[in-house]
């Protein structure tokens, strides 16, 4: 993986592609120093550290994007009605929800590649905020209301995550 610094902007290269994030914060510089990145504060109070913690995190997820990625995978979870789930363009839309006749629909963020197969639904991508949105927004699609969840479980559900390769 390789990184590059310009001004606030940090773009990280690797066998999976590209990924670039700003950072910007008044306190907290981000500079390179002999091949590694480095998080620098003027006053290290609370905030600042948990600032700098937080950016740590960022350029870790950002690194195992382009090198291996991230891959959530759902179940489509049914009872009586069996749910069809297709993927169009950034749309994936999913048909006979508990019966009903029009379809629901969930966006599919950034660039993230989504397979529906069977009753399992994989997403997989480098950004890991895009992959996790697009997880949150097909759950929240398939949310039953006026219905009582602990009899009427259906839906689309994370099972697992962790890294593409």
């Known amino acids: 993986v390789t990184f590059s610094i310009n001004k606030n902007d940090v773009k990280l290269s690797g066998p999976r592609g590209d990924l670039t994030r700003n950072f910007k914060h008044s306190m907290i510089s981000i500079s390179e120093n002999n091949g590694e990145v480095k998080l620098t504060g003027k006053k290290l109070r609370r905030k600042e550290k948990a600032m700098i913690g937080t950016w740590r995190a960022h350029l870790k997820n950002m690194a195992q994007g382009v090198s291996s990625g991230f891959l959530y995978e759902m179940k489509i979870v049914f009872a009586h009605f069996p749910m069809k789930v297709s993927v169009k363009g950034n749309v994936v839309t999913i048909s006979n929800f508990l019966g009903e006749?029009?379809?629901?629909?969930?966006?599919?963020?950034?660039?993230?590649?989504?397979?529906?197969?069977?009753?399992?639904?994989?997403?997989?991508?480098?950004?890991?905020?895009?992959?996790?949105?697009?997880?949150?927004?097909?759950?929240?699609?398939?949310?039953?209301?006026?219905?009582?969840?602990?009899?009427?479980?259906?839906?689309?559900?994370?099972?697992s995550k962790g890294a593409a390769q």
């Open 101 to 159: 006749k029009t379809p629901r629909n969930a966006n599919i963020c950034g660039d993230v590649k989504v397979i529906a197969k069977g009753d399992k639904v994989t997403i997989e991508g480098n950004h890991i905020e895009d992959v996790g949105q697009t997880a949150a927004n097909l759950e929240k699609a398939t949310v039953v209301k006026g219905r009582d969840i602990r009899v009427f479980q259906d839906g689309i559900y994370v099972i």
